[in-house]
């Protein structure tokens, strides 16, 4: 089992992690077609990638 930081790393190609500036975090988004809210954090930026690159692209 890999954590939820691991598993967006590998979706995007590049180590993320919640210590990562919001705004550099919320580019990366961007860049995968995951928005960014304005206010959002790290953590809130790393949980929709999450959704979107990992859980989105699972199929049980």
């Given at each position: 089992?890999?954590?939820?930081?691991?598993?967006?790393?590998?979706?995007?190609?590049?180590?993320?992690?919640?210590?990562?500036?919001?705004?550099?975090?919320?580019?990366?988004?961007?860049?995968?077609g995951v928005?960014?809210?304005?206010?959002?954090g790290p953590?809130?930026?790393?949980?929709?990638?999450?959704?979107?690159?990992?859980?989105?692209?699972?199929?049980?």
């Open positions: 089992m890999i954590s939820v930081t691991e598993a967006v790393s590998r979706a995007v190609g590049r180590e993320v992690g919640v210590t990562m500036p919001a705004s550099e975090f919320a580019a990366l988004a961007a860049t995968h928005e960014a809210e304005p206010g959002w953590g809130r930026i790393l949980e929709e990638l999450y959704g979107e690159l990992v859980e989105g692209g699972f199929s049980p």
